[in-house]
């Protein structure tokens, strides 16, 4: 099964240690998973948010057909997602390139509905994509 959640990036550092207990408990549940990170440019997601997910990842607590797309307003590529987020992720580029292969980035407004609609549109291409795979297996 699949699990889509959004997770919308907030000051309170709370709703960080609530991410770690949440894709614990969701761990048995689904082999695959998109997360949408709202606010993914801002300041929080860099310093906590991402390698938090980055902790997760790499200690098996998300389901290997993860995937985690970025979306906010800024304006940068994929690539310049990573560069800003690799100072505070944890070990060597090897694990970060590991981590970084799983998440990508949108851009797009929050007060008009285009953007949401172009990461619905994503968001069910993933899944898509993820359901054809795991019926293959």
């Not at 695959?32 to 790499?58: C, M, V």
Request: with cysteine.
């Amino acid at each position: 099964s699949l699990s889509v959640r959004m997770i919308y990036v907030s000051q309170s550092l709370s709703r960080v240690r609530f991410l770690f207990g949440f894709v614990r408990c969701q761990r048995q549940l689904s082999h695959s998973d998109l997360t949408s990170i709202s606010g993914a440019s801002g300041d929080l997601a860099k310093k906590k948010t991402y390698p938090a997910l980055q902790f997760l990842f790499e200690n098996n607590f998300m389901p290997r057909n993860t995937r985690i797309i970025g979306y906010a307003r800024s304006r940068m590529t994929d690539e310049e997602l990573q560069e800003k987020l690799r100072p505070n992720l944890s070990g060597d580029d090897k694990r970060n390139d590991d981590f970084h292969c799983i998440c990508s980035y949108l851009q797009g407004t929050y007060d008009e509905p285009s953007g949401f609609k172009e990461l619905n549109k994503v968001l069910c291409e993933y899944r898509d994509i993820q359901i054809r795979f795991e019926q293959s297996e």
